[in-house]
């Protein structure tokens, strides 16, 4: 699924095509990585008894992060009573959600965390119309009733019936989900919560904090902002890089990170009137490394970058849609100091990586390979004075065992300097 997701923002399709594939995606898990959203959401399997009645899996997980990922509204805990904050969020709301999904079918065993001998197959998403044929639900309320839900959204629009032998009955199959799709995408939240995501992505705070938590309780602290972006996002087909272009071009995000009397305080932080100093996160942090030493085959990085990632992701998302949270470590720090991973990246063969590279294309001119170094991991050039200082520690004029050792040495301060490691 990453690799599909991947591909999908380096073609840059429109966000809401995406999201639509997402949810309506069908087929084998190996030939189409969208289906994995949904296969590794399904729940709990429903006795066999029950299936014909009330579909294969109760599809409760994914219920829950379709409407937290795509529109910002946390509906987990009116799974089991009324929202305790957010009068507008009943309990058959997440019910009504849920019965669009009840036709989902997984085939195919997947693997038991933690057994590695059991290997991987492939895992094949349809849609069962010969179960849950009246797209209904049945849930119980706080006080042990059992009430029914039908397909039904969050505004109140019900799921679309056929005519058959003068009778009405509900869509079945994958246009069920189709309609979701549908449903979500025209959403008013659904063009806001991308663009309060990705906002957040970049200043390391969103409009609405958290991000996916849009509620009467927590009002954004700029609504025209984010209303204006949200409708323009929409109009311009939910192009994913105009938005990005938008925010990196806005004053607000070109702003020192210096703080002065009026914006000192941390109560200010949410006004945007300085840019915040971010941490990149470790996927941040693992592929600006990737980049900046250019030293990994496809096969390598993948196995360093899951390497990389356990031992520096120190919080996973949890099974009610909470996402990873990280802040930077003295851990994280020692780890990028003297990390065998990070010195095997910077110095790894004669003509393999970035250094070998320039210091190749720019043979005998060691300003040159400093600058271009500097533009790599910290994408300006020297100043002067660092250009100066640099030279006279570096013995560019001496010959050396191993001729790239000080730049390699130049490449590893670089990566450890705050400012390759702050987004600021």
């Not at 006080?143 to 397909?151: G, H, S």
């Not at 996916?212 to 204006?228: I, K």
């Not at 200010?268 to 693992?286: G, I, N, T, V």
């Not at 390699?408 to 400012?419: G, P, V």
Request: aromatic share 8%; with cysteine.
């Amino acid at each position: 699924m990453q690799t599909w997701l991947e591909d999908q923002f380096a073609q840059n399709r429109p966000f809401h095509d995406t999201v639509k594939d997402l949810i309506t995606a069908e087929g084998e898990n190996t030939k189409n990585g969208a289906v994995n959203f949904i296969l590794a959401h399904v729940g709990a399997a429903t006795p066999n008894g029950e299936v014909r009645e009330n579909g294969h899996f109760d599809m409760v997980p994914i219920t829950s992060r379709m409407s937290r990922l795509f529109l910002g509204i946390q509906t987990q805990c009116t799974q089991c009573h009324d929202h305790p904050f957010d009068a507008k969020l009943k309990q058959n709301h997440f019910w009504g959600i849920n019965a669009f999904l009840r036709q989902v079918q997984r085939k195919g065993t997947p693997p038991v965390p933690g057994n590695r001998m059991m290997g991987f197959s492939p895992l094949t998403l349809t849609d069962d119309t010969t179960v849950n044929h009246d797209a209904l639900v049945l849930f119980e309320t706080r006080n042990a009733k059992l009430l029914p839900a039908k397909a039904q959204f969050l505004d109140g629009t019900k799921l679309p019936t056929e005519d058959k032998g003068g009778k009405k009955v509900p869509v079945q199959g994958k246009v069920r989900r189709e309609e979701l799709a549908r449903l979500l995408i025209e959403h008013p939240n659904f063009a806001r919560a991308q663009v309060n995501r990705m906002w957040a992505h970049f200043f390391g705070k969103g409009f609405v904090n958290p991000i996916d938590d849009f509620n009467d309780q927590n009002q954004p602290s700029h609504p025209e902002l984010l209303e204006e972006l949200g409708k323009q996002y929409r109009h311009y087909g939910f192009d994913q890089k105009r938005l990005i272009r938008w925010i990196c071009n806005s004053d607000a995000y070109n702003l020192s990170c210096v703080a002065n009397k009026s914006n000192e305080k941390p109560e200010s932080d949410q006004l945007f009137s300085r840019m915040l100093p971010k941490a990149m996160s470790p996927e941040e942090l693992f592929e600006s490394l990737m980049v900046a030493t250019g030293s990994q085959s496809k096969e390598q990085k993948k196995e360093l970058r899951t390497r990389w990632l356990d031992n520096l992701i120190t919080n996973f998302g949890d099974d009610e849609g909470n996402e990873v949270s990280f802040n930077g470590t003295v851990v994280q720090a020692l780890m990028m100091m003297n990390g065998s991973d990070l010195n095997g990246a910077i110095a790894p063969g004669k003509e393999e990586g970035n250094v070998a590279k320039i210091a190749k294309e720019y043979r005998g001119n060691g300003r040159a390979v400093v600058r271009e170094l500097f533009l790599l991991t910290l994408n300006r050039p020297p100043t002067q004075k660092e250009l100066e200082k640099i030279t006279a520690a570096m013995p560019m004029r001496v010959r050396d065992k191993d001729p790239l050792a000080p730049y390699q040495d130049l490449l590893w301060a670089l990566l450890n300097s705050n400012e390759f490691m702050l987004n600021h």
